[in-house]
């Protein structure tokens, strides 16, 4: 499984951007989708998943009603909507895949499949 994420950049607090996950795999239906990030010198969070039919989504507390995660199951591709972003939310962020057989895991051992991360940074 092959992952690129991409859709970062700088933008003011208060903007959006939406991140885009293409995933090369055979049937990406059989695969759950995760969004983490890291900013410098914390540890990786868990910002949001998908289930590989997406009927199933999670949210960290932090971005919950700001952020929405979906997926097109015909174009292998997950995304991340972020809006009213807010200085914290600066991070390299990563998509990865897990097995749907895993649910919508939130931790980022589940995931053994990553892409390469695509920076956002938010400016006050």
């Known amino acids: 499984v092959q992952l690129q994420a991409s859709g970062g950049g700088l933008v003011q607090a208060g903007a959006s951007l939406r991140l885009s996950c293409a995933v090369s795999?055979?049937?990406?239906?059989?695969?759950?989708v995760g969004w983490f990030r890291q900013a410098p010198g914390k540890e990786r969070e868990f910002v949001a998943g998908?289930?590989?039919?997406?009927?199933?989504?999670r949210y960290a507390d932090s971005v919950k009603g700001r952020f929405t995660i979906s997926r097109d199951n015909v174009r292998n591709t997950g995304y991340l909507q972020m809006n009213s972003l807010k200085p914290e939310d600066t991070a390299v962020y990563y998509c990865?895949?897990?097995?749907?057989?895993?649910?919508?895991?939130?931790?980022?051992?589940?995931?053994?499949?990553w892409g390469q991360g695509t920076l956002v940074t938010v400016s006050s």
């Open positions: 990865a895949a897990a097995r749907a057989s895993m649910g919508v895991p939130i931790t980022f051992t589940y995931y053994p499949d």
């Open positions: 795999v055979s049937t990406f239906s059989n695969y759950a």
């Open positions: 998908i289930s590989g039919r997406g009927d199933s989504t």
